[in-house]
């Protein structure tokens, strides 16, 4: 089959420079690693309460599997995942086909952006919502219709819907939405799907599924099943615990997870995430202690804001969106002065509001303890 070129310019420029959508991308910031604030402000025993990880670390079966696999690093990893694909398509009740993995699931969203935006293209979104969905929009020239929260800090999807036009080809919708901890419910995202178009494909990104669990939290997956154009994202970065192995995946339709094959990197999935994930997959207790730990932080959580008079936002999640009602950037690094480090609302346009992540009883305990002194 003979590709088809657009037409190019007459050379290439010199000295090299970069299509005008490339440097309107913005480089990712991350919350504060430990390392850095050790360095930076000759502290030790830092809290670190912002990027949502699990602070009880990785299962300890995963660790095992971890260092079984370490000898075996010398070898490519098998490209599909197949222990780990036929575990996690058993445990989903989804077909194989329906799963693609990636170096985390923002390897995903990259992928969806590659394959599905032509220029021109559009894409909405929730704003404040995860950031990296724009930057797939840019990246591949797709003007992004944010639109805001609503004054729950819910997504607005009547709003969402209304934006949907001829040129509309991915939707995103962050379920529990990262930075505000809350969802939409089955039937508004029930009515939602029934006005999207088939041209269009809904993302639904549900990087806190585990904690999210209650009667009125859609599980993406069952859409899927139904053949809708809806692409679940899911990863183990977060209740299970592997954020630094980068592992995460999609549930979608197998002629869309076709595509993806394509577009991915043949070795986007090492074989030590592989086997971790496959083990952690399997250690039910271990996400059993994490959710118990989490429900009782975020009672702790929800008392102290209390009684500091803080208005917060109810979490689906293990994060709690609080306002501090003050600059938060000066709350931040007076926290960070006492070692516990959070995630400003600034970067999310809330310049009143902090993102904390549910830890271990005794470091959410330092966090208000340390809330509090910041506060005076
Ligand atoms: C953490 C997070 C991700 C990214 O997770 P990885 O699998 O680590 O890439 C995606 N979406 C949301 C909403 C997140 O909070």
């Not at 089959?1 to 440097?23: F, G, K, L, S, Y």
């Not at 058993?90 to 969203?109: A, C, P, Q, T, W």
Request: hydrophobic residues 40%.
């Amino acid at each position: 089959m003979t590709q088809t070129v657009p037409p190019r310019r007459a050379q290439c420029p010199d000295p090299p420079t970069v299509a005008e959508n490339i440097t309107h991308l913005t480089p990712y910031r991350p919350g504060k690693p430990i390392e850095e604030v050790e360095r930076e402000l000759g502290l030790t025993d830092i809290v670190k309460l912002a990027s949502n990880e699990n602070n009880l670390g990785p299962s300890p079966k995963a660790i095992e599997a971890m260092q079984r696999a370490a000898a075996q690093m010398h070898l490519y990893p098998e490209a599909t995942a197949p222990r780990l694909r036929e575990a996690l398509a058993r445990h989903l009740g989804v077909d194989e086909k329906m799963l693609v993995f990636g170096n985390g699931s923002d390897d995903i969203i990259h992928l969806l952006g590659v394959t599905f935006l032509e220029p021109g293209d559009e894409v909405i979104q929730a704003e404040p919502s995860f950031v990296r969905y724009k930057a797939a929009a840019i990246l591949n020239n797709a003007p992004c219709h944010s639109l805001p929260l609503d004054s729950g800090w819910t997504h607005d999807l009547e709003a969402m819907a209304e934006r949907i036009n001829a040129h509309t080809r991915l939707i995103f919708l962050c379920n529990p939405n990262n930075p505000t901890g809350t969802i939409v419910s089955r039937a508004a995202l029930e009515r939602f799907l029934d006005r999207v178009p088939e041209r269009a494909i809904v993302v639904l990104d549900e990087a806190y599924f585990e904690y999210a669990q209650g009667p009125d939290f859609p599980d993406g997956s069952r859409y899927v099943q139904e053949g809708r154009n809806v692409v679940v994202l899911r990863t183990f970065s977060k209740i299970y615990g592997l954020a630094g192995l980068r592992i995460g995946y999609g549930i979608m339709r197998p002629e869309i997870a076709a595509w993806l094959e394509r577009t991915r990197e043949p070795f986007n999935v090492s074989g030590m995430a592989q086997a971790a994930a496959l083990a952690a997959l399997a250690d039910t207790e271990h996400v059993e202690r994490t959710l118990a730990m989490n429900a009782a932080g975020k009672q702790a959580f929800y008392a102290g804001f209390e009684a500091l008079g803080l208005p917060y936002t109810p979490t689906h999640a293990n994060f709690v969106w609080v306002d501090v009602r003050r600059d938060c950037k000066a709350v931040f690094e007076a926290l960070l002065r006492q070692g516990v480090i959070t995630r400003t609302g600034d970067i999310f346009g809330a310049p009143t509001h902090l993102r904390v992540t549910i830890g271990r009883p005794e470091e959410n305990a330092r966090f208000l303890t340390a809330l509090r002194a910041a506060l005076d």
